[in-house]
């Protein structure tokens, strides 16, 4: 594992040089929180984790939306958008899937299914187009949020 994250940061230094950023030790702390964590972050999240685990070292929110925009356009970080509410972000260089969302509590899951992605692949070759990429986000009410509406 340690030396799959070496690669992701090499990656990260190669990507800040090519912007003409410099490498430093908050930015790393972003690159390793966001590979290091399963699951959706928002910006203030991210913050507010890393300002717990690194006490003594300052990291502004500029900052970690900077970095987070730089991981995004790179790959290696993709969000999920929630409208007014902003971005989740995760780590993106794990294999593909989509993602449902409960609009009523925010939860995400992961899934993948072949049909869809057969689906969307006759769709993009009917239409002419050479499919590239796809985002995929379903939204609906959680089991949980639905068992909560049922007792109101």
């Known amino acids: 594992m340690a030396e799959e994250f070496e690669k992701i940061l090499e990656k990260f230094k190669d990507t800040l040089k090519a912007n003409n950023l410099k490498y430093t030790k908050q930015r790393e702390a972003i690159v390793s929180f966001i590979y290091n964590n399963k699951g959706h972050f928002t910006p203030e999240e991210i913050n507010d984790a890393l300002k717990e685990k690194h006490k003594d070292m300052k990291i502004g929110i500029a900052t970690i939306y900077r970095t987070l925009a730089l991981l995004e356009e790179s790959g290696m970080a993709t969000s999920i958008s929630f409208d007014a ?3 989740k ?6 294999k593909h899937h989509d993602h449902i969302v409960c ?16 689906k969307q692949n006759e769709i993009a070759k009917k ?14 009410i959680c089991e949980t949020c639905q068992k909560k509406r049922g007792k109101n």
Request: aromatic share 12%; glycine share 10%; proline share 0%.
């Open 89 to 94: 972000y995760e780590f993106g260089l794990k």
């Open 85 to 87: 509410q902003g971005k």
């Open 127 to 140: 239409l002419n187009f050479i499919l590239e990429d796809h985002h995929m986000k379903l939204i609906g």
């Open 103 to 118: 609009s009523k509590c925010g939860l995400i899951k992961e899934f993948y299914d072949e049909t869809i992605e057969q």
